[in-house]
């Protein structure tokens, strides 16, 4: 049966696509790059998108953090119920002109992702997915897969790969191994593309939201290193998130 979204992850798509749209034009010209005080990146296209998806987020009246605002300071007051934004996830992707960036948007209740988008506009892939409907590519409805017998696909990150990480993988049974920029890895999990990603390196509550949704909904987990659900509104860590599990 295929899942439907609500009217309000609807709307969500809607403002990812739209947000695609600015990203890709941009996207296709000489594009510049600038340095922010924590010495990541940042280009017109991680503004443009981000414009688009608070104009298009007011409307219901919840507050939001987005990175590029957090990044300059103007983070509202958070209550149990807020949205998290990742207007450009994988800026360095984006610069490098791999595909491999997503818009990433999610709805938090709690402490827990409960609806997610992550849409890759140069792969034209979107996911979503909402707790208690499910989750889908598009209109396609996808599911965890029960990880195979004959080892593990595990998806791994480009940009961060680490000691750490490579440690871990080797005291498990890996059959494989897929690259992946940005948060597609969690979508990978969802779609029964890959059965693990793990994270040892520093991630932000942005970055990780939307796909950890779509996850969720799909019938995976994401766990910290400790075995406790990672969540979400950790303003006193400055809503950075400790190493995780994201599994089928």
Not at 4 to 28: E, K, V
Not at 230 to 239: M, V
Request: proline share 6%.
């Amino acid at each position: 049966m295929r899942p439907t979204p609500s009217p309000q992850t609807q709307h969500l798509i809607a403002l990812a696509n739209a947000a695609g749209r600015a990203i890709m034009s941009i996207y296709a010209t000489d594009f510049t790059t600038k340095t922010k005080s924590d010495q990541s990146p940042v280009t017109e296209a991680d503004e443009a998108a981000e414009r688009i998806i608070l104009e298009g987020l007011a409307k219901f009246n919840i507050p939001v953090i987005s990175e590029e605002a957090a990044a300059q300071g103007r983070i509202p007051a958070i209550a149990d119920h807020f949205f998290l934004v990742d207007p450009l996830d994988g800026t360095k992707e984006f610069i490098s002109r791999n595909g491999e960036f997503t818009i990433n948007i999610a709805e938090i209740k709690q402490g827990v992702p409960v609806s997610g988008v992550v849409f890759a506009p140069a792969r034209q892939r979107i996911f979503w997915g909402e707790i208690g409907k499910g989750a889908a590519e598009d209109d396609t409805p996808i599911h965890v897969r029960k990880p195979p017998l004959d080892g593990l696909t595990v998806a791994a990150s480009r940009s961060h790969r680490d000691a750490a990480t490579d440690e871990y993988l080797s005291k498990i049974n890996v059959k494989s191994l897929c690259s992946a920029g940005s948060s597609l890895k969690f979508c990978l999990i969802a779609a029964g593309e890959a059965d693990l990603y793990p994270r040892f390196g520093r991630t932000m509550e942005w970055d990780t939201a939307a796909g950890h949704a779509v996850l969720l909904a799909a019938g995976g987990k994401v766990l910290t290193t400790e075995g406790i659900p990672l969540s979400y509104g950790k303003r006193e860590q400055g809503y950075a998130n400790p190493p995780f599990i994201a599994s089928a």
